[in-house]
């Protein structure tokens, strides 16, 4: 090393130190604050896939935060990026508790809380010709580390078609059907796959929807569906039911919305158990 850069770290160190860190500084409010940190940081990671086993990479957008005792002004937002970055360029699903721990200590916190949604892909093929389609869900992972106690909460989100049962009972010429918004949140003592939490909201709408459909399938999809019809409400009693069969499953909430078709507003229903 040269005196020159000798004489710079030197210097750059002494610069810190004369640095004020506000937010050591004392509060008088006498206020604890839950939560505080960053939000809104897009990181990349690893979510493995179920079948092939191997690593499928995703963008997530990320918060991270810590609770902060009441004697303090602020927290070190820098901190929670720094954390974040010396666990490597990408975050595996698998150390989400390490990183929590390192929040905790880094930023002298009781709790630390990590949130994060991204976009994962599945291979789909259209129900009769067999084409391959790319179809992307929205997920999201909610872990939080109170002292000890690690908490994970899994939610996917996942698109049905659902066929009015009204509507068909009614009408002359076939029935209203709309995209179904299916939102499922799951707390469990076991690993659960995400493709099996997308598998059981597809198979508790009208028909489950696709990227790539030729005509023989859309035909097939549009069948389905007038031959299965159900309400927002069934929506969310059939995942339900199927979460039900799920021992390890001790918290879920099902959310359903139906972008209705013939209405100006959308139909709703929730399920929460645990």
């Not at 929205?138 to 000890?148: H, N, V």
């Not at 059981?200 to 035909?219: C, N, T, V, W």
């Amino acid at each position: 090393m040269t005196s020159a850069t000798q004489e710079s770290r030197v210097v750059s160190g002494a610069g810190r130190k004369n640095l004020t860190d506000k937010q050591s500084e004392p509060d008088f409010r006498q206020l604890r604050i839950d939560k505080v940190g960053v939000r809104g940081l897009r990181f990349p990671i690893q979510v493995r896939d179920k079948s092939t086993q191997s690593l499928q990479n995703t963008v997530a957008l990320m918060g991270l935060f810590v609770d902060l005792p009441k004697e303090f002004k602020g927290t070190h937002m820098s901190r929670f990026v720094e954390v974040l970055n010396e666990h490597g360029n990408v975050i595996h699903v698998e150390n989400i508790p390490d990183i929590l721990r390192a929040m905790q200590h880094r930023l002298h916190a009781v709790n630390a809380h990590l949130e994060m949604e991204f976009p994962f892909f599945l291979v789909k093929h259209a129900p009769v010709s067999g084409k391959e389609g790319m179809m992307d869900y929205t997920i999201r992972f909610d872990a939080a580390l109170r002292g000890q106690e690690l908490d994970f909460v899994l939610t996917v989100k996942c698109n049905v078609t659902t066929l009015c049962p009204c509507s068909k009972a009614i009408s002359k010429y076939g029935a209203h059907n709309q995209r179904g918004e299916v939102t499922v949140s799951v707390r469990s003592e076991e690993i659960i796959w995400i493709e099996d939490l997308i598998s059981q909201i597809e198979a508790s709408g009208s028909s489950e929807m696709y990227s790539l459909l030729k005509r023989e399938d859309e035909k097939a999809v549009t069948e389905r569906a007038y031959e299965n019809p159900v309400f927002v409400e069934d929506l969310v009693r059939n995942v339900a039911l199927r979460l039900n069969a799920r021992p390890s499953i001790s918290w879920y909430r099902v959310e359903a919305e139906n972008q209705e078709s013939i209405h100006n507003h959308n139909a709703y229903a929730c399920i929460e158990k645990g």
